[in-house]
């Protein structure tokens, strides 16, 4: 099932049976309920319209007529079950051969029979993990996975805490208090059977508050890859539970004004990534050659 066929049996459920509907039924509405582009949504709109589920109006808008809400449904409308994400799962595939430092080459037509999608979607897919970092596109060769190379990650490291720890001294006088408190209250060590809360956007406020262009373009450019592959990363409840706490220093001493405290703990933090990647690497080898 596509995610077009998904939206149209979904709203014909939602619609016969009486169910919630999105509450600005227009395009961008549906698109931003249903989490997609407007592309399927429009696919999926025109195929309830030309089956009278739903009407658009002279005006252009969408209506539903009251008569389809009323119809007796038999058999009953079975809810639509969403189909897989296959942005995500490709994504997940293609970090695993990169943290294994391999470098394989992906063909569109292949890719398409693995995972038995389309080839448009493919492309789109590519493209999308290429802006990341992911793939890497050659010219007249095809698509790369990027392999992970440890001597990258120190590269990209010794960068990122100059650039953040810069970013962090120009822009003390714009910290606001309360976005400091709400990131804060944000990240809680876990405890016993409590697991631990994370909030990473402490890092994305200091830097958009920069108001540094260059210094955006590297964490979108180059932190994308980084960052992909620290949510696939298996990271341990202790090592949660250090990086929930390393958050709330950083914060605490923000609000406290004590910037070298807020700084050594920021470098800290930053450099937590290396050894959580390297063990996430030396699993997955484990588990290839148990």
């Given amino acids: 099932m596509t995610i077009s066929e998904f939206i149209a049996k979904d709203l014909r459920g939602r619609i016969r049976s009486g169910d919630a509907l999105p509450e600005n039924l227009t395009l961008p509405g549906l698109a931003q309920f249903y989490s997609v582009s407007l592309t399927p949504v429009r696919t999926a709109v025109a195929e309830l319209i030309e089956d009278d589920i739903i009407r658009k109006e002279p005006n252009g808008r969408l209506a539903i007529p009251t008569s389809v809400r009323r119809a007796p449904v038999e ?11 296959w942005t995500s799962i490709v994504q997940q595939d293609a970090i695993r051969e990169s943290l294994r430092g391999e470098s394989q080459k992906w063909k569109i037509n292949e890719t398409a029979e693995r995972y038995g999608i389309g080839r448009a979607v493919v492309q789109s897919i590519f493209q999308r993990l290429a802006g990341m970092g992911i793939l890497e596109h050659e010219p007249r060769c095809g698509w790369r996975v990027r392999p992970f190379h440890e001597d990258d990650l120190d590269a990209y490291l010794e960068v990122r805490v100059l650039l953040e720890l810069k970013t962090l001294d120009s822009c003390r006088g714009q910290l606001e208090p309360d976005v400091l408190q709400r990131i804060r209250e944000g990240n809680l060590p876990g ?3 409590t697991e631990s809360l994370i909030d990473n956007s402490l890092h994305q406020y200091w830097v958009g508050l920069s108001g540094n262009r260059y210094v955006q373009d590297f964490f979108e450019r180059h932190g994308a890859y980084y960052t992909a592959l620290y949510e696939y990363a298996e990271i341990g409840g202790r090592q949660l539970a250090k990086i929930a706490s390393l958050h709330r220093q950083i914060l605490a001493a ?3 004004r004590k910037w070298r405290v807020a700084r050594e703990s920021l470098v800290e933090d930053i450099e937590s990534l290396r050894p959580i990647l390297l063990e996430t690497i030396r699993n997955l080898g ?3 050659h148990p």
């Avoid at 058999?75 to 994400?85: K, L, Q």
Wanted: hydrophobic share 20%; aromatic share 0%; glycine share 4%.
């Fill in 191 to 193: 405890r016993g059977t």
């Fill in 75 to 85: 058999p009953p409308v079975e809810p639509a079950e969403r189909p897989p994400d």
């Fill in 286 to 288: 484990e588990r290839q």
């Fill in 254 to 256: 923000l609000l406290e």
